[in-house]
Every structure is written in structure tokens, then in C-alpha cells.
């Protein structure tokens, strides 16, 4: 089984300052690394995929993230915020192994502040 | 392209009742999960469908259930309805032939118990 931890609730942050979403992931087997982004009243949408290879992944509007296998850690980065990224976000993983369900973080609130 | 729909938007019940919530996937893909989102939590996998057959089942009880069409839409039924089933319902759909594991997420259906 696997489980996901997001170790903020909440992170404020001023426009153009840097942010870290940070995550950490149990399990075992080997697994997908996910972050989702979603909006008030929104579905959720696909920031960014860790799948194989490279441990820096880059995603969309600016994200990235890195993989950390020896810390089971997968922490969302990105170097300037923008009012627009006011969200939540969500760290998932996928089991390799059988199926593709999404096991879930609880979320981290992201508040751009002007 | 559409992506995956899902009806309706909204929905108020009442204790003991019975509900039905329908998603389309994305063309192309013909597996269907289905997630529940408590207010302030993460997602929650409930089960997925592929071939018109439950693949995989997460900790949700019987009152839970489902079906898939030969078009590969979805429905997900809930009876005799409990207040702590009010919550945000997301389907996501995948290729099962996909090497990505990517799920593409409808809108939600909020529904809420009285």
C-alpha cells in the first residue's frame, strides 16, 4: 500500500518570491509521482510526472520537480510565483506495478499574496 | 477534443436516498475511476472500471457501486445516502494501453446530503 504525506497545509508566499510544495511518499513498490493542481469549483489538473529517468521533472506554468528515491520525496518547486498560482495542490503516486489508481495527499493550499 | 464530462454539476439529497452521477471520458480512453473528495481532503479512489468490469475497489462499502457501457461512460451510484457522503465526486479517465498512467479529470459532481 502505499500513502502520501504533504508536509504544509498552507503556504503563503508573496508574488515573484520562490515557493517549495514539499512531499513525501510511502510504499513498496516502485511508483509514479504525481502533482495536481486544482482551482476553486474545479477538477483537478496535471502540473507535472515523474515516471522514469531524469529526477528533475518539468511541468507546466513554470513548475518543477524533483524525485529523491533515498528520501522518498517528490517537492514541487517553482523559482517565481504569480497571483494566478493562488490554488491547491496535490501530491499523488501510482502504483507500477498493477492498475493506475491515484492514491492522494491531503493538500497544500498555495496563497500568492500581493 | 472533449475532455471528460461529467453530470450533473450539482446535487442536493436527502438522508437515505439514492444517487446517480454519470461520466464520459476523454476519446480515446476506456478505463474510468472514480474519487471522492471530502471537504478539505485529498481525492479518495473508490474504484475503477475497464472492459465494463470493477478492476480495482478502494475502502468505500457496498452503498458504493458502479457500471461502465460499451462507450466506455460511467456511472457511479450511491444508496441509502449518508451525510458524510457529501463531498466533491471526480471520474478520471486513462488509456489502459497508455505507459504513462496519466488520468485526465472531469469537473466534479458536488454533491450534498441534508
Known amino acids: 500500500a502505499q500513502s502520501v504525506t504533504q508536509l504544509d497545509s498552507q503556504v503563503p508566499v508573496f508574488e515573484e518570491a520562490p515557493v517549495e510544495l514539499r512531499c513525501n511518499y510511502s510504499s513498496s513498490v516502485s511508483v509514479y509521482l504525481f502533482w495536481y493542481v486544482q482551482y476553486p469549483n474545479q477538477g483537478l489538473q496535471l502540473l507535472l510526472k515523474?515516471?522514469?529517468?531524469?529526477?528533475l521533472v518539468k511541468g507546466i506554468n513554470g513548475f518543477e520537480a524533483e524525485f529523491n528515491k533515498s528520501q522518498t520525496s517528490f517537492h514541487l518547486r517553482k523559482p517565481s510565483v504569480h497571483i494566478s498560482d493562488t490554488a491547491e495542490y496535490f501530491c499523488?503516486?501510482?502504483?507500477?506495478?498493477?492498475?493506475?489508481?491515484?492514491?492522494f495527499g491531503a493538500g497544500t493550499i498555495l496563497r500568492v499574496k500581493s | 477534443d472533449a475532455g471528460v464530462t461529467q453530470s450533473p454539476t450539482h446535487l442536493i439529497k436527502t438522508r437515505g436516498q439514492q444517487v446517480t452521477l454519470r461520466c464520459s471520458p476523454k476519446?480515446?480512453?476506456?478505463?474510468v475511476s472514480w474519487y471522492q473528495q471530502a471537504l478539505g481532503q485529498g481525492p479518495q479512489f473508490i474504484f475503477q472500471?475497464?472492459?465494463?468490469?470493477?478492476?480495482q475497489r478502494g475502502n468505500f462499502p457496498d452503498r458504493f457501486s458502479g457500471h461502465q457501457f460499451p462507450n466506455y461512460s460511467s456511472e457511479l451510484n450511491v444508496n441509502a445516502l449518508l451525510l458524510g457522503d457529501s463531498a466533491l465526486y471526480l471520474c478520471?479517465?486513462?488509456?489502459?494501453?497508455?505507459?504513462?498512467?496519466?488520468?485526465?479529470f472531469g469537473p466534479g459532481t458536488r454533491l450534498t446530503v441534508l
Open positions: 472500471y475497464y472492459e465494463e468490469e470493477e478492476r
Open positions: 478520471a479517465s486513462s488509456f489502459v494501453g497508455g505507459s504513462d498512467n496519466e488520468q485526465f
Open positions: 476519446s480515446g480512453h476506456d478505463t
Open positions: 515523474y515516471l522514469s529517468g531524469s529526477t
Open positions: 499523488a503516486v501510482s502504483d507500477r506495478v498493477y492498475g493506475n489508481k491515484l492514491v
